[in-house]
């Protein structure tokens, strides 16, 4: 059953951690900008240097997911006409989702202060 | 953006590849999966063959590992769903389960039997090793071979390895004096049955040789109980008939011997007990048992052609006889094998009545659901999605089902295991194992597939409505007559099983009070063998059986004491040969049974003497050779139409050598061979005049066995300490054990004749009962209508009665076809016989209509106006 949208207010975002990388990929992809399948595996992959290459397979199983939890929705907005393939669905990062992901961030970024604390991580951080 | 172009060969590749997630799923995302599949092929094409391949491994890794991820979470949606559904539903839910459980826990219990005794031999590629021996219109025997014949045989090109086998009687002495079984056998044996000691080593050619230090390989039973499983017992000695044997080893728990007997003692080398007996000149031609191992590849019949023209040497007088092969496997279930298969068949029968009930309750339970369904259906639910959905629900009613059948068999094993006929080779290995836990989840798992196909496909074939409306106006069009069809097989399957019962019943009451052609009652058996060595002549013999025979008759609570070498129902005998003196010189003499027996024999027993006389104190050995024959006996010495009585025979027995004896009396017949083999030609000599090794004593005491066989062994432990007291039984006893097998049966046949029918009545009751409520409104404006009693019936018995009329001619059917299976251990009984059936279905027609009329009677309840009222 199709999720687009939820009654997000009251739940806590933490209780969605930690997510997947793939998920967490497919999600900041998102928070760029609304997106269909294809060009979500192309921003991961560019995005990562080619480190993660999603399969069709694995980005619908995240993408039922995500929609399932109310993370994401499907984006009323198109491209113009021309440039539009009726196929295509375009996903867009709810309020909800964006508050997940963030909190995943967070949750990283604490972990990546550890490492630095005790020394197994040298360095400025890479860009 | 369509195409008319045919799908390119990668696209069917991705389509074919998507059909392995759940129809959902496709729905929601197949579409878009396939077009971003072929953006990604697209540009992968671009950048080279690399690329390309590395998307499709890609691709299809992410689809495997999706697919079980999306049908796991439907399954366990389903699965929650159909728990709902159960438990809104209990009464139902445990009527099915129940019937589940039932069949199941019958079905396990007896496949444990199965698999333990036909399934579980302990021998390595046991399709290739085989039991040869000859066969001639004397049936079945094992080939008349010499050692050195064995020692041609063993480099028969066609076998991996052949070997000889001889059991033996030894006593072993020690803390306690004991009688035991010893397979003499070639050191081959373990080879041709791929065995391998669990401790120590077998023996060898240097082992098995005239004159070699006396060896034995213990089997584990023997080991451990009467040794207390001593683990540094190789190369210790025990002593058996006096002689120190040093033990080389200890044989697996499952082990025993190539008949698989339960109580062996151990193995030791044939030579030197054939080289014993030729020395002695008793056994000069011994008949020894050969088992051989295949060559891979090699036919059996390539293999045993060499030895036709060996036997043709070895017994040049039978030229009838010819080899024959006979699997291990036969050889030592053969005469179990089409019982546990045939009870094993009856459990199936009892499942597919359970399992046509739990159909029938389902298709009730789709008539209740028509609306939701509908509804679900007008929602834009696929149909193959319902019906997955109902398939969920029925496998997990069916596996719940199983699983509280497979308790139920644990414990009904216990019961079996119990009731089954001593000796069944493997008895000691059944129990729930991991193959019969597996055959029984496969079975619950496709129960629940199988019939609740039909009535998923029948609840999701109702037309999409939203209509929340009373209740459906008619009852889906096909299933009244759905449950008609079950309902007639159940009844069919029934009486199939009724009749197999019946027969099988007819065939123990016909064995049971067979005339053993003695009185058994009140008598106790006990068996008293003499170790030859201490006990070498004939003198001493008779003098200590005379003192034990006096002690005996002494002790408190017997009443009188006589004895033979061999009593009837042993299943074995002692046999002599004779002619009669006035025959032709060149006649060939006769093989018979003969049995050794003291002059009050048959008093004792209660044998008839039919005429002459029995023998008496002065047939000494002194005195005129005298033998006295049975009536089957006499009617072939006096074939020739001259009298019996008076006739003289020459009779060569292996005791007494040959001796000219008259027949003083004509004796009635006695089943020797056990309770189904009719009675053979048999002679009796006294023991007066021919003694022998063994004896068994019969005592006909006053008081029960329990309380008497101490005080028995006690008076044979006075007379000879070191002596095995050997086995103390009730005659009565031995006399059930020959019908053993045919009780098992007769009792779980009947057993699962019983739940069959209670389950198929079951069946029935709750078809009428649908059919009432079905037509409650109908009912309510006939009786408003003035109709009688009788009308209200027959429009509600109606469909019943035409279900069980099928049902029956179904059922005779089937029974005529399956019966025959059964005609292996029928005694006396025909498969088609015709009383059987006729009792048999007027049992189950009588079942039938009083299973159909409990709920027919509501029907005469209905009150027109309350009827009319809902509507």
């Known amino acids: 059953m199709r999720v687009s949208q939820h009654p997000s207010g009251r739940r806590d975002p933490a209780a969605y951690l930690p997510l997947t990388p793939a998920m967490f990929h497919v999600m900041a992809a998102l928070n760029e900008g609304d997106q269909h399948g294809y060009a979500i595996i192309k921003d991961v992959a560019s995005r990562t240097g080619g480190d993660v290459m999603l399969s069709t397979g694995t980005l619908y199983g995240i993408v039922k997911r995500l929609l399932a939890d109310g993370m994401i929705a499907e984006s009323m907005r198109r491209p113009a006409a021309a440039d539009d393939d009726e196929r295509r669905r375009y996903y867009r990062l709810t309020e909800f989702g964006r508050a997940v992901a963030t909190a995943e961030a967070e949750r990283l970024e604490g972990m990546v202060a550890v490492a630095r604390g005790v020394s197994l991580l040298k360095g400025p951080l890479r860009p | ?871």
Not at chain 2, 157 to 182: D, H, I, K, L, Q
Not at chain 2, 621 to 631: F, K, L, R, S, Y
């Open chain 2, 1 to 871: 953006m369509t195409s008319d172009r045919p799908p390119s060969p990668g696209r069917r590749l991705f389509r074919a590849l998507l059909r392995l997630l759940p129809a959902e799923f496709r729905g929601d995302f197949g579409a878009e999966m396939s077009q971003v599949f072929e953006d990604q092929r697209r540009d992968a094409a671009a950048a080279g063959p690399v690329a390309v391949t590395s998307l499709w491994a890609r691709t299809v890794g992410g689809v495997v590992a999706l697919a079980p991820r999306e049908h796991g979470a439907i399954l366990a949606r389903d699965a929650a769903f159909g728990l709902r559904v159960m438990r809104r539903n209990p009464g139902t839910t445990l009527a099915a389960i129940l019937t589940m459980a039932l069949g199941i826990g019958a079905n396990t219990a007896m496949f444990s039997v199965v698999n333990a005794v036909l399934l579980g031999l302990p021998f390595k590629d046991q399709d290739r090793v085989f039991r040869l021996a000859t066969e001639s219109k004397q049936g079945r025997q094992p080939p008349a071979l010499t050692a050195s014949a064995l020692g041609n045989w063993q480099n028969t090109p066609g076998f991996e390895a052949v070997a000889g086998f001889w059991s033996e009687g030894r006593v072993v002495t020690g803390s306690e004096v004991e009688r035991v079984g010893v397979e003499c056998v070639s050191p081959s044996l373990f080879r041709v049955l791929g065995v391998s000691p669990a401790i120590g080593r077998v023996f060898g050619d240097t082992d098995d040789r005239a004159g070699a230090a006396p060896v034995i390989v213990l089997s584990h039973e023997f080991w451990s109980g009467r040794l207390g499983a001593d683990p540094s017992i190789v190369g210790r000695t025990i002593t058996m008939n006096d002689v120190p044997v040093t033990v080389l080893g200890v044989m697996p728990p499952a082990f025993g011997g190539p008949f698989a007997r339960a109580r062996v003692a151990g193995w030791a080398p044939l030579e030197p007990l054939l080289a014993k007996s030729r020395a002695s000149g008793r056994l000069a031609d011994p008949m020894v048992n050969v088992f051989a191992k295949l060559r891979p590849g090699v036919s059996v019949q390539a293999a045993i052609a060499p030895l036709e023209a060996t036997l043709r040497v070895l017994a040049p007088e039978d030229p009838s006889a010819r080899m024959v092969a006979i699997p291990i496997a036969e050889q030592i279930t053969g005469d179990v094998r089409p019982m546990l298969i045939a009870l094993w068949g009856a459990t199936a029968f009892v499942l597919l009545i359970g399992a046509a009930n739990i159909a029938g309750l389902l298709f009730g339970r789709a008539e209740t659901r028509r609306h939701e369904m509908a509804v679900r259906l007008a929602l834009g639910s696929a149909r193959a999605r319902i019906v997955r959905q109902l398939l969920t629900e029925s496998v997990l009613l069916c596996l719940i089902g199983g699983l509280a059948g497979v308790v139920m068999a644990a414990w009904g094993l216990h019961v079996i295991v119990a009731m089954l006929p001593g000796g069944m080779p493997g008895a000691d290995r059944i129990s729930l194992d991991g193959r019969v836990l597996a055959v029984s989840v496969t079975v619950s798992l496709a129960t629940g597939l199988l019939f609740g196909l039909w009535p998923a496909l029948q609840a999701s074939s109702v037309a999409p409505s939203f209509s929340w409306g009373g209740r459906a106006a008619t009852p889906a069009p096909s299933r009244g007559s759905a449950r008609s069809v079950l309902v007639a097989a159940e009844v069919a399957l029934s009486l199939a099983l009724l009749v197999g019962a019946g027969l099988v019943v007819k065939t123990f009451f016909h064995l049971r009070p067979a005339s053993p052609g003695f009185d058994p009652s009140g008598k106790i058996v006990v068996g008293v063998a003499l170790p030859a060595a201490r006990y070498s002549s004939e003198v001493m013999r008779l003098a200590f059986y005379d003192e034990l025979a006096g002690r005996l008759g002494a002790t408190h609570g017997v009443a009188g004491v006589s004895a033979a070498s061999v009593l009837p129902l042993s299943g074995f005998g002692d046999f002599a040969r004779f002619t009669r003196e006035d025959a032709d010189p060149s006649a060939k003499p006769a093989r018979v049974f003969a049995s050794t027996v003291t002059a009050n024999f048959f008093s004792e027993m209660s044998i008839a003497v039919v005429q002459g006389r029995a023998f008496s104190e002065s047939d000494r050995a002194d005195g005129q050779p005298v033998v006295i024959v049975n009536q089957v006996l006499a009617r072939s010495v006096g074939a020739t139409g001259r009298g019996v009585l008076g006739t003289r025979l020459v009779v060569i027995d292996d005791t007494s050598g040959t001796a000219t004896r008259t027949i003083v009396g004509i004796v009635g017949d006695t089943r020797i061979m056990g309770g189904v083999v009719a009675p053979r030609p048999q002679m009796y000599l006294p023991f007066a005049q021919t003694s022998g090794f063994s004896r068994q004593f019969v005592l006909r005491v006053t008081q029960p066995i329990g309380t008497m066989a101490p005080v028995l062994r006690q008076a044979i432990r006075s007379l000879d300490p070191r002596l095995p007291t050997g086995s103390i039984t009730a005659m009565t006893d031995d006399v059930d054990s020959t019908v053993a097998g045919w009780r098992f049966a007769a009792i779980l046949m009947g057993g699962f004749a019983v739940l069959a029918i209670v389950l198929a009545a079951v069946g029935l009751l709750a078809v009428v009962a649908g059919s009432v409520n079905d037509r409650t409104r109908e009912i309510g404006v006939r009786i408003a209508l003035g109709a009688q009693a009788g009308d209200v019936l027959r429009t509600v018995l109606s469909r019943a009665l035409v279900s069980t009329t099928a049902g029956l001619a179904a059922g005779i059917g089937l029974a005529l076809g399956t019966t025959q299976f059964l005609s292996d251990w029928l005694v006396d009984v025909s498969p088609f016989d015709g009383r059987t059936f006729v009792l048999a279905s007027l049992a189950m027609t009588l079942v039938a209509v009083i299973a159909s009329y409990i709920p027919a009677r509501r029907a005469l309840r209905v009150d027109p106006i309350r009827a009319l009222r809902t509507e």
